[in-house]
């Protein structure tokens, strides 16, 4: 069964977000995913609002920008939210968006030998291990949580790229695509990450989370249109339309190799609130 979320996007005002935390679980939805964009909120900052204002909700982070972040706080902030919090923490790393990482200063010469670093220390902490680590960006000596969570949490990799597809399903447990993703780009992503997993040996189950551009509501189909016009998309990314319309594209995604759909609102979306409990009362039903 496809798991159905939505994005809580990161222009949302962050006092907003305990209710429009409370409005998705409310709603039905399984998962609340927020991103750490530059330069509007923490993401685990906002990870911890939502968690403290429900009660079952699950909180995907994806992502957190791995050259903006030292592991080990990372690590810290991850556990701490698992500790109060079990089993309701995705947490996801990315290579970060490169202007702005030198926006902070941040910007590294290898993003991908970065996150592959950095995906490794942070498993290892996560699983309650003592970390040496003398790296090209990650140097750890003797490092250890004291307050490891209980339950380590599956550990995803936002990708795109080839190589970083690689990447994730070598040490991830699943891999965050975006929305200009198709349904063959994800058949090709997966095809990709399983290269990733065979280099590695491994063969535990690794999910596919795939952001699904959606547009409801009036005047659905041109503000879709025009939101592709702006960021160059083609017409086969996103959908538009009812709670029907939008649900048959969750089920082409996820009959393309996707296990998480979570539905992405448009930038100008009014109504943050009102797109969630769409999401978990109109299209969640017609999903499950």
Same mark, same amino acid.
């Given at each position: 069964m496809t798991v159905l979320g939505a994005i809580a996007l990161p222009q949302i005002p962050?006092?907003?977000?305990?209710? &429009?935390?409370?409005?998705?679980?409310?709603?039905? =939805?399984?998962?609340?995913?927020?991103?750490?964009?530059?330069?509007w909120a923490a993401g685990s900052a906002c990870a911890a609002t &939502?968690?403290?204002? /429900?009660?079952?909700?699950? +909180?995907?982070?994806? +992502?957190?920008?791995?050259p903006l972040r030292n592991v080990a706080l990372t690590a810290m902030e991850v556990a701490a939210l698992l500790r109060m919090h079990p089993g309701r923490v995705i947490p996801g790393l990315g290579h970060g968006v490169q202007d702005w990482m030198g926006q902070v200063g941040a910007r590294v !010469?290898?993003?991908?030998?970065?996150?592959?670093?950095q995906l490794t220390a942070l498993r290892a902490l996560l699983h309650g291990a003592t970390v040496d680590m003398s790296g090209r960006y990650v140097h750890l000596d003797r490092v250890a949580l004291d307050w490891p969570p209980g339950t380590p949490?599956? =550990? &995803?990799?936002?990708?795109?790229?080839?190589?970083? =597809? #690689?990447?994730?399903?070598?040490?991830? !447990?699943?891999?965050? =695509?975006?929305?200009?993703? /198709?349904?063959?780009?994800?058949?090709?992503?997966? #095809?990709? &990450? !399983?290269?990733? #997993?065979?280099k590695a040996g491994r063969t535990e189950p690794h999910d596919i989370?795939?952001?699904?551009?959606?547009?409801?509501?009036?005047?659905?189909?041109?503000?879709?249109?025009?939101?592709?016009r702006r960021t160059g998309l083609p017409d086969t990314v996103g959908v538009a339309g009812d709670a029907h319309a939008i649900a048959d594209a969750v089920h082409r995604w996820s009959a393309?190799?996707?296990?998480?759909?979570?539905?992405?609102?448009?930038?100008?979306?009014?109504d943050p609130l009102a797109f969630v409990r769409f999401a978990g009362e109109q299209v969640r039903p017609l999903v499950e």
């Open positions: 962050p006092e907003r977000l305990p209710e &429009v935390a409370a409005a998705a679980e409310q709603s039905g =939805l399984a998962e609340l995913w927020l991103w750490e964009d530059c330069f &939502v968690l403290a204002h /429900t009660e079952r909700l699950c +909180v995907g982070i994806g +992502v957190l920008p791995a !010469d290898s993003p991908l030998g970065l996150l592959r670093e949490p599956p =550990l &995803v990799a936002g990708a795109s790229g080839p190589k970083t =597809l #690689r990447l994730s399903g070598e040490l991830a !447990d699943g891999t965050v =695509l975006t929305s200009a993703t /198709t349904p063959d780009g994800i058949r090709a992503a997966r #095809r990709l &990450v !399983d290269e990733g #997993r065979a989370i795939v952001y699904l551009l959606s547009a409801s509501g009036p005047n659905a189909t041109e503000r879709l249109a025009a939101a592709r393309a190799g996707a296990d998480t759909v979570v539905l992405e609102p448009l930038p100008d979306e009014p």
